[in-house]
Each structure stands twice: as structure tokens, then as C-alpha cells.
């Protein structure tokens, strides 16, 4: 059976810039697009990718990438951004991994990529205006 499935894997430092994921086209038969990348302020490597292929391959794939150290998790989730609701206080940006969260330094203004956002919610307690939310699906 066919399967496609949206995935965030957590690369430690050590392994990043290592050709891993390479391995499962190679070695699983697994096709994948990269919906998001980054490396974070701890300069662990983030990957948020739609793969598809074989469900046994995808196990096969799965483990192997956990076997190397990589943090594999599925992505079931969105965090929205308010914008209406922010105070441009600034105390999501420091948190945010991903740089999903921005200040422009000569504006000072807040702005979010919903692109870069790999819903992890760190952003969401810190926020004095509650301006984010959850949309699980
Ligand atoms: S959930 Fe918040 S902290 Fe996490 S990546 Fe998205 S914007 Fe950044
Ligand atoms: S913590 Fe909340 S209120 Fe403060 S800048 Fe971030 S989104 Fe805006």
C-alpha cells in the first residue's frame, strides 16, 4: 500500500550536512519534497518533508533514519499567527528554532513565515497577547 505522510526530523549537530535523507530514495524507494529547512539557534538541522512510497518502505526508512540519532515526528498540526493581537513585544523571537518569527531592525516590526513555522509551539506560552493558534487536523 502507498502512504504519503508529512514528517519533521531533527538532525543533531553532529549529523548535520550528512547526506541521510539521501538514503531513502536510495535505499527505501521513498520519494520526498522539503516543505521546510533550517538550522536552529542550536544548530540542530530541521527538515519538515511530504514523503510517499511503499508503507514498508516508509517503516524501513523511518527506522533507519531513527537509528542514525534523527528525530522523527508527524506533522499534524499548524501554528497561526495573529496579527492583529500582537504587541510587538518580541518575546517569541528569540524562542522561535526557526526564524519562522522575525523583527525587522529598523522597523521593529514582527513578522512570521508560515513557511519556516514547523509548529513546535515554543512561541505560544511566552506570548503576553496570546497571539497564536493551534489548528489540528
Ligand atoms: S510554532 Fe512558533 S516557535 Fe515554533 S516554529 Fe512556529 S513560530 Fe516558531
Ligand atoms: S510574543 Fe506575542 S505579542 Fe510578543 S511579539 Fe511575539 S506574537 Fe507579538
Redesign the pocket.
Known amino acids: 500500500m502507498s502512504i504519503s505522510k508529512k514528517i519533521v526530523l531533527t538532525f543533531p549537530q553532529s549529523l548535520v550536512g550528512q547526506p541521510i535523507v539521501y538514503h531513502l530514495i536510495k535505499d527505501f524507494d521513498l520519494v520526498f519534497n522539503i516543505l521546510r529547512a533550517s538550522i536552529t539557534p542550536k544548530e540542530e538541522g530541521l527538515l519538515v518533508i511530504e514523503i510517499s512510497g511503499k508503507e514498508e518502505n516508509y517503516k524501513k526508512g523511518m527506522d533507519f533514519l531513527k537509528k542514525q540519532g534523527v528525530n522523527v515526528q508527524p506533522l499534524k498540526k499548524d501554528?497561526k499567527?495573529i496579527e492583529k493581537k500582537c504587541i510587538q513585544c518580541g518575546a517569541?523571537i528569540t524562542?522561535?528554532?526557526?526564524?519562522?518569527?522575525n523583527i525587522d531592525r529598523k522597523t521593529m516590526k514582527i513578522s512570521?513565515d508560515e513557511e519556516?513555522?514547523?509548529?513546535?509551539?515554543?512561541?505560544?506560552k511566552p506570548c503576553p497577547a496570546r497571539a497564536?493558534e493551534v489548528r489540528l487536523y
Open positions: 501554528v499567527w517569541c524562542i522561535c528554532p526557526t526564524q519562522a518569527l512570521f519556516k513555522c514547523i509548529a513546535c509551539e515554543l512561541c505560544i497564536f
